[in-house]
Nanobody, 124 residues
Framework: QVHLVESGGGLVQAGGSLRVSCAASGWTFGKNAMGWFRQAPGKDREFLAAISWGGGTTYYADSVKGRFTISRDNAKNTVYLQMNSLKPEDTAVYSC?????????????????WGQGTQVTVSS
């Protein structure tokens, strides 16, 4: 069984920062590209960022480019999303995802495993 568990969400004021983490278990972490997505109430799931298996390639949605940073620590089986300059419109449930491929991807259907998500709320 592959498990992804997110943590680190919470309430933060606009302009603040937060780092969410995704701990993976159930397979040999590393040979998998990882991604972060979010979903706000009444909206579709939105791609945020992706990282290749080695961490050498990253890709970001325009909405978060320059504010969010994705990284991974394969020794800890963990991927991170550092979020800076947060805005109220960043409020959503943030989920990580893993794919059985080393190449980054931006579409949710390209990912094979999902965590349950962690709530991030940004107050104005």
């Amino acid at each position: 069984q592959v498990h992804l568990v997110e943590s680190g969400g919470g309430l933060v004021q606009a302009g603040g920062s937060l780092r969410v983490s995704c701990a993976a278990s159930g397979w040999t972490f590393g040979k998998n590209a990882m991604g972060w997505f979010r979903q706000a109430p009444g909206k579709d799931r939105e791609f945020l960022a992706a990282i290749s298996w080695g961490g050498g390639t990253t890709y970001y949605a325009d909405s978060v480019k320059g504010r969010f940073t994705i990284s991974r620590d394969n020794a800890k089986n963990t991927v991170y999303l550092q979020m800076n300059s947060l805005k109220p419109e960043d409020t959503a449930v943030y989920s990580c995802a893993a794919r059985q491929n080393i190449v980054v991807a931006t579409r949710s259907y390209e990912y094979d495993y999902w965590g349950q998500g962690t709530q991030v709320t940004v107050s104005s």
